[in-house]
């Protein structure tokens, strides 16, 4: 992967996060920024926020401080003239999540549909296409993902693999700017994994702006135009992946990195 | 599998004695046995009045009973049924308000007993002689006489699916409850109203937790609908038959017809809800895919259920008045 040019207006920029859950302090103070068509990894160890992080930037875990933009637009709040934050309406904000794509470690697809419907769905009742508009766009991207002969399938008769492809090709359906990956592999057994990361390679490869929160090192080194380890609620060090995973300079990071790999 | 053939792809099949288990064959005489003897003692006991009983099976007021029953049953289920998703919505609401007067609702219709509330119902044109609709506390635009709005049968209905409303509302709470976190999570995730995520992916992973003791609750209704002579409602089944009994002075055969009825009916009721619960069971099973319309063997639904972890197994969800 080649770096985009750093001159590109950001794609998200996230300033100052700060998230408390109670008198817990998860993020203290996270600037992140990814441009367009980057493949940004998130590394970290358990509880170091990034799985919040990556939460807070569809608005799935609202920001205690700070803010989050998505193309420049911010998120969940109106500011008026005087600087004052308004809280956007609950449809507003499923608006703008509806930009915004997200695959789950435990893939949550809708298991009273089957894999053709839960990509069909939202499209009908969020972006109001039609029946037919929908259903050919899904058969579409359930191809893409390597899935045309599982479509009438639920998700209980499908493999973990494949039902993290149909939530991939869920999220596809929206048509999003942006991607974001919680742990997409992690709950996969081994040998599945590779068929995930591949489908997630190809979407890296077409020019998708991702974020991803993983601990696949090796997906990270091949794909990552920018990699960021968190520890305790902060970036400890970010950079391309040759820079942080194979010549770290934190011992954390050293330390992290001699245990996953 | 055949067993004595050289085409056995297992060469050494065991052919043992199975364990003696004397036990059983003498628990099955004696269940015969005794099943018998009651059989015997309930086809020659003249008292028990047969022929009586086939007489009255298709009487005009039995059959009309019959059917008032229904309308009762159906009718007080309903309403049971909208005001328990409304009652279930509000126990979940951020607002503390609709909260607690859902809870208070619960608490005081849960907590008095049935017929209590049928003989209040009754009365209610005793308490309250005239209704009317106007501003609260203010002017007041129509007024009607109350008995003549809610009769007989109307109170009925209403203390009937009141009062069941409360026992749904739990039931809903807990079909809702039981659904993962991670479903909302999803479609919020994809961009979907609050109000999309209840009525496509909610509610309808509810359902399977629903449906069960919702059927169990309208069987339970079917025989709780002759409970109504305490308005006094007059014409449903129990009422029609004690009616004849008490007048040809033969209460016994009118007890059987009536219990033939609401036999035949729970029966009826019963393959109903197997339906059901196979619909809303989809996708929950190790089926084969699905041409057109679902189906799924009930053990792999419920091996799913337990598997899932997610439903509630609350044995008092199912008790009824």
Redesign the interface.
């Known amino acids: 992967m080649s770096p985009t040019p750093a001159s590109s207006a950001p794609m998200v920029e996230v300033r100052e996060a700060h998230k408390m859950f109670g008198d817990l302090h998860v993020l203290k103070g996270v600037d992140l920024t990814v441009r367009p068509g980057e493949v940004c990894v998130v590394l970290g160890p358990s509880g170091s926020g990034k799985s919040t992080l990556l939460r807070c930037l569809n608005e799935l875990e609202v920001l205690t401080g700070g803010s989050v933009r998505i193309e420049g637009e911010l998120l969940g709040y109106r500011e008026d003239a005087s600087g004052t934050l308004h809280r956007l309406h609950p449809t507003a904000i499923a608006k703008q999540r509806s930009r915004i794509g997200m695959v789950f470690q435990r893939f949550h697809l809708f298991p009273h549909m089957t894999a053709l419907e839960n990509v069909v769905e939202a499209q009908v009742q969020v972006l109001k296409r039609s029946k037919a508009q929908a259903r050919a766009k899904a058969v579409e991207l359930l191809e893409r993902v390597g899935l045309s002969d599982r479509m009438d399938h639920y998700p209980a008769q499908l493999s973990g693999g494949q039902q993290q492809r149909v939530a991939i090709a869920r999220a596809l359906a929206m048509d999003p700017e942006i991607m974001l990956f919680d742990e997409p592999t992690s709950a996969l057994d081994p040998e599945l994994v590779g068929e995930v990361l591949a489908v997630m390679k190809d979407l890296a490869a077409r020019g998708m702006t991702m974020v991803v929160v993983t601990h696949e090192i090796g997906f990270a080194r091949e794909v990552a135009d920018h990699v960021v380890f968190m520890d305790e609620g902060v970036v400890v060090e970010e950079g391309p992946a040759s820079q942080v995973i194979d010549a770290p300079t934190h011992e954390r990071t050293k330390d992290f990195l001699a245990h996953v790999l | 599998m055949s067993a004595a053939s050289s085409t056995d792809p297992v060469p050494n099949r065991i052919h043992a004695r199975p364990v003696p288990r004397p036990g059983r064959w003498i628990a099955a005489a004696i269940v015969v046995v005794l099943a018998a003897m009651a059989v015997h003692a309930l086809v020659t006991n003249p008292k028990f009045a047969w022929d009586t009983v086939g007489l009255y099976l298709r009487d005009v007021t039995v059959i009309r009973g019959v059917g008032w029953t229904l309308i009762l049953t159906v009718g007080s289920m309903l309403i049971g049924i909208v005001l328990a998703v409304v009652l279930a919505i509000m126990r979940r609401s951020d607002n503390p308000v609709l909260r607690s007067v859902a809870w208070f609702y619960i608490w005081l219709f849960r907590g008095t007993p049935i017929w209590t509330q049928l003989v209040f119902w009754g009365l209610i044109s005793v308490l309250y002689p005239t209704l009317s609709l106007g501003i609260p506390f203010g002017p007041e635009f129509v007024t009607f006489e109350t008995q003549t709005v809610i009769t007989a049968f109307w109170a009925a209905l209403l203390g009937l699916g009141l009062n069941e409303a409360a026992y749904l509302a739990e039931i809903v709470r807990a079909g809702l409850g039981s659904v ?1 976190k ?2 909302e ?10 109000s ?1 995520i209840l009525r ?2 909610v509610i ?2 509810a359902m399977r937790v629903i449906v069960p003791p919702t059927g169990n609750e309208t069987i339970s209704m079917l025989k709780t609908t002759s409970l109504v002579s305490a308005v006094p409602f007059t014409l449903d089944l129990t009422f029609a038959t004690n009616a004849i009994g008490n007048r040809i002075f033969e209460p016994i055969p009118l007890l059987i017809v009536s219990a033939f009825w609401y036999l035949l009916i729970t029966s009826v009721l019963m393959v109903g809800q197997y339906y059901l619960e196979r619909y ?1 069971g ?5 089926s084969k ?3 057109r319309g679902p189906r799924t063997p009930r053990l792999g639904r419920q091996a ?1 259920i337990k598997a899932s972890g997610t439903a509630k197994d609350d044995p008092f969800l199912e008790v009824t008045p």
Do not use: F, H, V
């Not at chain 2, 919020?188 to 109203?193: C, H, I, N, S, V």
């Not at chain 2, 989809?282 to 190790?286: A, C, D, I, Q, S």
């Open positions: 993962d991670g479903q999570e999803a479609a919020r995730a994809l961009g979907m109203k609050e999309t496509r992916i309808p992973q809303y989809r996708g929950t099973g190790e895919p699905r041409g799913a």
